[in-house]
């Protein structure tokens, strides 16, 4: 079965310091997200992506974060510089439509900021 | 009123029996609904979409109340292997938005 596969699965960085986070979505998907999960608490929407663009963002999704597909697979998330507070769980997902079909999660990229 | 509210649990229930939740949803213009599992630290995974004439997936079935604006999962016959987070999630206003979650242990 075709999965959404993130690299790395663990990141740890210090505070102030760019991370790029990477995701490779499911081949014939068309929409892309980014969602965080802090420990114990809810997954939270981030941002999501569709024909080369923002189509939503929560106000999370700061000056501090940005989105970029640069090639035919890759889609990415940077956070320009970390906070101690951007540690979390982060998860990849795409779909095949917009936001009435299901999601395909990756296994996420655990981001420790120290 | 928040905009996906579920009880957070802990269920914790013997094997075999029968276990229901319910989660609430604000946005009256949602379209789609879907029931979520999520084991801890991995990933949330497609446990089954919820229709409006309800569903049913082997143990599991699915419920829709449009009027009320809550959907139902029920799990008959649990397992030890079911003990996971059940996440509902709701689409509305183009973003799929998710509950924090109920978390069900099942005792053996």
Not at chain 1, 34 to 62: A, T
Not at chain 2, 34 to 63: H, I
């Amino acid at each position: 079965e075709p999965e959404v596969t993130q690299t790395p699965s663990h990141q740890v960085t210090q505070m102030g310091q760019e991370v790029i986070l990477r995701c490779v979505p499911i081949s014939n998907h068309l929409y892309f997200y980014w969602y965080r999960q802090i420990l114990g608490q809810k997954v939270e929407f981030l941002v999501s992506f569709y024909n080369n663009e923002i189509s939503e963002k929560s106000e999370i999704f700061d000056d501090q974060f940005s989105v970029e597909r640069p090639d035919g697979s890759n889609f990415t998330l940077k956070i320009r510089s970390t906070k101690l507070e951007d540690s979390a769980m982060y998860f990849c997902a795409s779909s095949t439509r917009d936001t009435t079909e299901k999601l395909f999660f990756g296994s996420g990229t655990q981001l420790s900021v120290l | 009123r928040k905009e996906v509210e579920q009880d957070p649990g802990p269920f914790n229930v013997p094997e075999g029996a029968t276990v229901a939740f319910n989660c609430t949803y604000s946005n009256s213009a949602s379209q789609s609904f879907f029931w979520y599992r999520q084991d801890c630290r991995k990933e949330p995974k497609l446990l089954m979409s919820v229709y409006s004439s309800g569903n049913e997936d082997g143990r599991f079935t699915a419920q829709l109340n449009r009027a009320s604006q809550y959907i139902s999962l029920l799990i008959r016959d649990s397992k030890l292997s079911d003990s996971a987070t059940y996440l509902c999630v709701v689409n509305g206003d183009d973003k799929i938005i998710f509950g924090k979650g109920t978390r069900l242990h099942i005792l053996p």
